[in-house]
C-alpha cells in the first residue's frame, strides 16, 4: 500500500516540476513574442512603402518631389516666339538697297527669312533649357540617390521576410504560449487532486498524473539547462519577493551551479536518495554511476519522464577480480530495494578483462574510459547526507545535453558507435546534441 504521505509527494513532485517547466516556456514565449512583434511591424512599415513606392514608379515620386521643392520656371511647352527679345546689332543697320513695294506680301517672300531662323534658334535653345540645361548633372545624381533607396526598402523587406522563415518568431512564439496554458492547467488539476485526496487505491490516477504530465511535455519544443537555471533563479525570486541581481547567461553553468543542479536534482527524487542510502549502509564504498544519474538530469531539464530500468553500482577492488562476488553484492543489494529495482553491480577493476580495453589504475581512471563525456559521472552519500561525485569530464556536457565520445572512445569508436544507435536518445529527449 502507498502511504498518504508517499502520495502527497508524488503530487507535489509533479506540481513543482510543472511549474518551473511553465516558467521556462513563459520566459521563451515571452521573447520570441517581442521578436514577433518588431518583425510584424517592420513588415508592414517596409511592405506598405515598398508597394506605394511600385505603384507610383520611382521616377514619379522623384519629380513630384522635386518639382514641389524647386522654383517656379517658364514652362517648356510655351513657344519661345512670344516672349519679347532684344534686337540685335545687326537687325537695327539700315539697309540702302532695301526698296519698298507696293506689295508688302511680294517683298517679304523675296527677303531673307530672318524671323523664321531666329524663332527656329529660340526654339532649340528653349529645347535645351527643358531638357536640364546646365542643371542636369545634380537632378541626375538626386533621382539616383532615390531610386537607391527605393532599391534599400524592398532588399529590407527580403531580408525580414527571410529572418522570420528562419526563426519562425510567432510559430515559436504560439507553441510555447500553448504549453504554458496546458501547464497551467494541469497544475490546477493537481491543485484540485490534492484538495480533494486520493488514496492508495486509485493507482489509475497515480499513472495519470504521471502520463498526462508527460503528454505536455513531449508537445513542447526544446528548452536547455540555461532555460531552467533562468527559470529558477526567476521563481525563486517571485516567491522571495525580493529582487535580485540578474545572472548572465555565460556565468549559469559555472562549476559552483553544475555541481547545485546535480545535486538538487538528485535530492528531488526519493528513489535516488534511498538507492543512495541503502549503498552507504552496505559498509563497503558503492558508487551510483551511469545512465541512471545522466538520465534523471536530462528528464530534469526537458520536462521528460522517462522510466530508469537500470541501476549501474560500481566500485573498484583490484585485489578480488571474481565476478561471482560482484553477483553477491548484486542479490544483497536487490533485497533491500522495492520490488522491481534492478541493480547491476561491476568492479570497475575487472572491466577490461570483459570490454578488452586498457586495465585502469583506479576508479576514476575507469569512469573518464567510459564511452560518453555525459555519462561518465558517479555519484555517493557521504556520512553526513552530501552528495559527493566523479565527473572527470566536469559537468558541461551532461548540462548542456551535448554526447560526444571520451578521448579513449574517440580514437576506438566501435562501442561508442554501437551505443549511440542503440539508445535512441533523440527519440526520448528532444534538443540533444549527438556528436558524430
Known amino acids: 500500500m502507498i502511504s498518504t504521505h508517499s502520495i502527497s509527494e508524488y503530487l507535489e513532485k509533479y506540481r513543482n516540476k510543472a511549474t518551473v517547466v511553465r516558467e521556462i516556456h513563459s520566459n521563451i514565449a515571452e521573447k520570441k513574442r517581442w521578436w514577433d ?16 513606392m511600385g505603384f507610383m514608379g520611382a521616377d514619379r515620386i522623384f519629380d513630384a518631389l522635386s518639382s514641389s521643392d524647386s522654383p517656379t520656371e517658364v514652362s517648356p511647352h510655351i513657344p519661345r516666339a512670344h516672349i519679347p527679345r532684344l534686337p540685335t546689332p545687326e537687325q537695327t543697320t539700315v539697309q540702302p538697297n532695301v526698296t519698298t513695294k507696293a506689295r508688302g506680301d511680294s517683298a517679304d517672300r523675296s527677303s531673307p527669312d530672318t524671323t523664321g531662323s531666329s524663332l527656329a534658334a529660340d ?7 527643358a531638357n536640364g540645361g546646365f542643371g542636369t548633372p545634380k537632378k541626375t545624381k538626386s533621382k539616383n540617390n532615390f531610386v537607391l533607396l527605393f532599391s534599400l526598402a524592398a532588399l529590407s523587406l527580403f531580408i525580414v521576410s527571410t529572418l ?10 504560439t507553441s510555447h504560449f500553448r504549453g504554458v496554458v496546458q501547464l497551467t492547467a494541469y497544475i490546477n488539476w493537481l491543485d484540485e487532486l490534492r ?9 489509475y490516477t497515480l499513472k495519470r498524473i504521471r502520463d498526462r504530465y508527460q503528454s505536455i511535455v513531449e508537445a513542447l519544443p526544446p528548452n536547455n539547462a540555461k532555460d531552467y537555471l533562468r527559470a529558477k533563479k526567476n521563481l525563486t525570486r517571485k516567491t522571495e519577493q525580493t529582487p535580485t541581481s540578474e545572472t548572465k547567461d555565460q556565468n549559469l553553468l559555472n562549476e559552483d551551479t553544475s555541481f547545485e543542479f546535480i545535486t538538487n536534482v538528485t535530492k528531488k527524487s526519493p528513489l535516488m536518495i534511498m538507492i543512495l542510502k541503502n549503498l552507504r549502509e552496505i559498509g563497503c564504498v558503492f558508487w551510483l554511476g551511469g545512465g541512471s544519474i545522466r538520465n534523471q ?4 531539464i526537458t520536462g521528460c519522464t522517462t522510466p530508469i530500468d537500470d541501476f549501474d553500482v560500481i566500485y573498484f577492488d583490484k585485489d578480488n577480480l571474481d565476478p561471482a562476488y560482484e553477483k553477491y553484492l548484486e542479490k544483497k543489494l536487490s533485497l533491500r530495494m522495492p520490488a522491481g529495482i534492478k541493480i547491476s553491480v561491476k568492479n570497475q577493476a575487472r572491466m577490461h578483462l570483459v570490454s578488452g ?3 585502469t589504475r583506479s576508479l576514476e581512471d575507469a569512469i573518464a574510459q567510459w564511452p560518453e ?3 561518465a559521472i558517479a ?22 545535453m551535448v554526447v560526444r565520445p571520451t578521448p579513449y572512445h574517440a580514437a576506438h569508436r566501435a562501442s561508442y558507435e554501437a551505443r549511440k544507435a542503440s539508445k535512441n536518445w533523440a527519440t526520448l529527449w528532444s534538443g540533444l546534441s549527438i556528436q558524430s
Open 37 to 52: 512583434l518588431q518583425h510584424t511591424l517592420a513588415t508592414i512599415v517596409l511592405g506598405a512603402a515598398f508597394t506605394f
Open 123 to 129: 526654339s532649340s535653345q528653349a529645347s535645351v533649357e
Open 164 to 173: 522570420n522563415l528562419i526563426y519562425r518568431w510567432k510559430e515559436d512564439h
Open 195 to 203: 484538495f480533494i485526496g486520493i488514496n492508495s487505491a486509485d493507482i
Open 297 to 300: 538530469v536530462w528528464d530534469e
Open 357 to 359: 580495453e586498457p586495465a
Open 373 to 375: 563525456t555525459a555519462t
Open 379 to 400: 555519484i555517493r552519500l557521504s556520512e553526513l547526507d552530501e552528495i559527493v561525485t566523479i565527473a572527470p569530464y566536469g559537468f558541461n556536457d551532461l548540462l548542456n
